[in-house]
């Protein structure tokens, strides 16, 4: 891997994915590129100088010549920050999505800023455990695993939240990836079991898409007209959007059979400095399919080794 120099002419490099090469290699006329995405991960827009003494020329010219990744075909590694794009050319704010820790019916991440989850009931003692036995979620009991949610629409006071948020800025469909040899999606309400996956690429990450109109256990019209509450007041509020809101996303990650049943994928992946405890990092990647507006949620599994 390396860096392309593009301080002189434009450079195109496309490379297929893993993915893509197998469809080609089947000659079968199955390899269609039927979309393609933008983005510009590596662009530092700090960079643009408005007051460059050589004039507006020069304003873009650093950024312009910042050196670029060359392609690489790892799907789960590329295209972080895609480009989008919205017809409507008169917005002041764009929707963002994040992650609702305030309700009373939503899950907390523990003092080391991740969702830890449990595997089995007996509970880790090793390195990397949060400080409290209430900061796990129960993996082994979703009866009472309280779901992660996240919250959609526009975060800015300046325009009331009790307006509707325009249909071109709601999320109505999202999509979900996991690593499939680790944890399963379960929906947010209702009866705990496994979500069917999209499909699973080479990665063994699996891709889930879940929608207002058809998944109501995992996505809800956020219709509180609560406001952001203020600093020192006493009241408990159960918004992260202060603004127009969208949509609400709950789900439950639930650990897989071989998680459960064997220690291999902890000692190949996770944390074995300590026989007591043995943990997993993973990352839950959400994506708006409206918008195209993505979070990453950090997870990590802990099970106890004896």
Do not use: C, W
């Not at 860096?3 to 090469?21: E, M, P, Q």
């Not at 392609?71 to 017809?87: E, G, Q, R, Y």
């Not at 975060?155 to 469909?173: A, H, M, Y």
Request: charged share 20%.
């Amino acid at each position: 891997m390396g860096f392309l120099d593009n301080s002189g002419d434009i450079i195109l490099d496309a490379v297929l994915t893993d993915t893509g090469r197998m469809r080609l290699a089947k000659g079968d006329g199955s390899f269609k590129i039927q979309k393609f995405a933008l983005g510009d991960d590596e662009i530092d827009y700090n960079l643009y100088d408005k007051n460059h003494a050589s004039g507006s020329a020069y304003y873009d010219l650093e950024i312009l010549q910042t050196p670029v990744l060359e392609a690489f075909t790892n799907n789960t590694s590329t295209m972080n920050s895609k480009i989008i794009s919205i017809p409507n050319s008169n917005l002041l704010y764009l929707p963002v999505i994040e992650l609702n820790e305030s309700a009373s019916t939503s899950a907390v991440m523990g003092s080391n800023n991740i969702f830890n989850i449990k595997v089995t009931n007996v509970l880790p003692s090793g390195p990397g455990t949060p400080a409290s036995a209430k900061s796990y979620l129960s993996g082994y009991d979703l009866a009472n695993f309280t779901p992660i949610r996240l919250d959609q629409g526009l975060d800015t006071d300046e325009i009331s939240p009790t307006r509707d948020l325009s249909s071109d800025l709601q999320e109505t469909k999202y999509m979900v990836e996991l690593d499939s040899r680790l944890i399963q999606l379960i929906p947010g309400i209702g009866t705990p079991s496994p979500a069917q996956e999209s499909f699973i690429d080479d990665d063994k990450i699996a891709n889930y898409t879940v929608t207002l109109a058809t998944d109501s256990n995992f996505v809800d019209n956020n219709t509180s007209s609560e406001t952001i509450a203020e600093s020192g007041t006493g009241t408990t509020d159960q918004q992260v959007i202060a603004g127009p809101r969208g949509t609400t996303l709950r789900f439950r990650l639930q650990p897989t059979e071989d998680i459960v049943s064997t220690n291999y994928f902890f000692t190949l992946l996770g944390d074995t400095a300590d026989t007591t405890d043995y943990f997993i990092d993973t990352t839950v990647r959400v994506t708006g399919l409206t918008t195209g507006y993505r979070i990453d949620i950090p997870v990590r599994l802990h099970k106890n080794a004896s």
